[in-house]
């Protein structure tokens, strides 16, 4: 009964569009321009990667949070390689930083930091051999502030033999020379002695040889679309690229990476590609039908009705969920591939009946009758696999699930409309579908597949057979969570991000924690103890493991006592340890020319009168007197028996590690000495979970690949059994027959076999990208045996089973055009959007082969019995 109703439906939607064209196309124009107005206005195209995972899931959540506690977290990286110590490119680099962060679209920008900037107590924290240089120079520097006068300095200089001040050893002559100074009537200038003194300190990799240099960028504006960030990316690029051009560097290679880089570039890859392969697609589809109806005319038609069906597609789209992102990006792609099948199906059964019918209605009307239920059944197949995923937390699955799915079912019904329409419109329907001999009992690929029907249980045995030959490969084929494998090679930001791993392994792939000043030792401590773990770095620097025995050494130096010294502050007094001082000098190149200099500041000093004489030593004293206070303060401040803290840190490094009450700790994966990354699917795991065995609100850019990976892993698990469960119910309740529904789904189920095991045989793994499409291998491939077994519930005793009356040619046609939708992709630069287009084309390839073979075997032993 349903049947008939259903039947009569589509017999009367395909008389009237047939019958009134005007009032069809002006309803799908006016839909269309509506969609393309919407469209043009509201499409947002996305970039970030967690967008594609729910935001409810703890570990996204903790991460999300992250975010906005960090704001750097995102930072343009500006990498400028070049002699490691070459202050040329270190002020390159500074030069770089200044100019980007005079404009108003960069926020922030930092090359480095000026000693000064940081705490006196940060030397504590300072890698071997830094610490113990600094701590020896604290401890002259606190020896010269028992010097209550210049003369009881030099004197302690004296007795200090060779070793010079803080802030210059082994220099005498700097700590003379503002003495020597004062002598001579000049100004006496003590901050060269100072350990503060000016000295810029550049950003570089410090892990590995130190070659590249990093400026830290900060975009103004974070909340704006692709296209605003590509533009602000492309800007940024030029001003660096003019800047090494002015300073006339050559030598200096530059590039620039960071996560908003790696997702702009990717993302405006990813669209490159998909608009490529969709204007290839569209073309050869097109090229495709020219060649098969034999005229120009039939194809842009169904071009036409198909691009109206696109229209609509993207309006769905924006309503139904408002952006684009890097999976959903290729639904064109698909759409085309799938939606102009359902014009391939009407033309080819409209060929066999034109000559039977004297207008256009009627001639619809029957196809829409004979055809319409597998084309619709097919499409709501295809449409449930795809919206199957909807019901998944992995929100990227589910959005391209929600936008194609939405997207097939418009497809056909602008199709099924506008098609007709056209075609009616022309006036000249008959010239233009050419009439093809046979009828609706014409037989397949002119009975060159008759073998199947003749042999049908040695076709089922050979294909058995090869099945499970094809299938074996397919044992070994893995998912690959490293995301770095999915990126076009060649794209500037991945191959510094490349470039980084390989100079600097510990600052990209650092794991997060974010904990309390308190909690932190601890912590880091446990951390460095993991042996998957090389150390731990951002507020980690501020605790090394060895710093209680830092800090004994600290208070050792501390506690040493001063010598007890206090000369006379006049000219006699300082005249004396001066010629005592003249008189020691070693004979050797780096003090020739201060014995000489003492000699005459000494003759000058002593000729003048007593008031001007009087006059210089009070200047010196007052000067003495401020630099030995400053100095005074700094090592005590310096050698505090206080802990590190974030007030320690220079601007740049503390806004990226801590907020003040919260610190961020980085953890660095060990290298591995067969020289995988920590993306590795081997390591990558055991990596998150031996670090949650220390604190489980670990988050980061590892644990966000682990966690995505699996997410995407278990999800696409539950999105195929949704899928296939949903196409199962829908076919059983379309042929109320088991046996029926199983035959449809027997071609996709070897296609799916045959899928993995092309796979493991092209060494083509699971990843990121093509995962997602596995299951709507189910929803597009179900649709060949969906017409084939329609098609032999109508004439049992066609040859070949199910693919006589023009079905057989229809398939192929509609299959044929899906793979060159898929197979366009193959062209991408982007090895992701590549996979997939593999993935698709080898299960529906392996699908077609079994609709020509296996599925008539099957249904002619059903017919037989």
Partial sequence: MHERIRDSLLGVWGRTVAARPGVTLAIALFITVGAVVLTQQRLEFRSDRSDLIDPGLS??????????????????IVCLEGPPGDVAVDALGRAIAQELVSDPRIRAADAGFEVQETGPRLFAAAPEPMFSEALDGLARGRLLTAAPNAASMVALLTGAGEEGPPGDPGSLAAALDPILTALEGGEPDFSRLRPDQPRWLPLVSAAGSGRIRFVYVQLATQSGGVDD???????????????????????????????????????????????????????LITLLMVAVFRGVVVPLLAATALLVGMAWSFGWLVVAVGHLQLLSVVFSVILLGLGVDFALHLVSRLELVQDEHADLPSATARVFRGIGPGMLTGAITTAAAFGATALTQFKGMAEMGIIAGGGIVLCLIAVLSVFPATLAATRRWKSIVRHRPGGERARFAYGRLDVVDFHPRAMLLVGALAVLLLGLPGLRTRYDPNVLNLHPPGIESVEWERRIVEEDAQSVWAALVQTTPEQAPALADRFRALPSVSGVGGM?????????????????????????????????????????????????????GLGPRIDAALATAHALPPDEQTRRMTHLRAAFDQWRHALGSWVEVALAPVPLGADDLPPALRAQWSDGDTWLLQIFPRVDPAGRSILHPARLGAFVEELRGVDERVLGPPVQ????????????????????????????????????????????????????????????????????VMPLIFGIGVDAGVHVVHRWRSEPYGRPAGLSGGTGRGITLTMISTMIGFGSMLLAEHRGIRSLGFVMLAGLSVCLVACYTLLPAVLRLRTTR
């Fill in 59 to 76: 570990w996204n959540r903790r991460y999300a949070l992250y975010k906005d506690r960090f704001e750097r977290w995102d930072d343009l």
């Fill in 229 to 283: 960030l590509s533009r602000d990316l492309a800007w940024v690029r030029q001003t660096i690229r003019d800047a090494v051009t002015r300073s006339g560097r050559t030598d200096v290679e530059f590039g620039v990476t960071g996560i908003p880089a790696i997702e702009a570039d990717e993302t405006a890859q990813s669209i490159r590609d998909s608009t490529i392969a969709s204007i290839l697609a569209f073309s």
């Fill in 540 to 592: 980690g620097l501020l605790l090394p493991p060895d710093r209680d025995e830092r800090a004994a050494r600290i208070a050792a130096t501390r506690a040493t006592p001063l010598p007890a010294i206090a000369l006379r502050d006049d000219f006699a007094a300082l005249r004396g340890v001066l010629t005592t001082l003249r008189d020691t000098l070693p004979p050797d190149d780096a003090t020739s």
């Fill in 705 to 772: 690949i682990y966690e995505s990976s699996e997410l995407i892993k278990r999800e696409y698990t539950k999105a195929a059994v949704y899928a296939i469960a949903a196409i199962f119910i829908l076919l059983l309740l379309d042929f109320r027959s088991l046996a029926d529904t199983l035959s449809a789904m027997l071609p996709v189920t070897i296609g799916f076999i045959g899928c993995f095991g092309l796979m493991g045989l092209f060494d083509v793994p699971l990843n990121f990208a093509n995962i997602i």
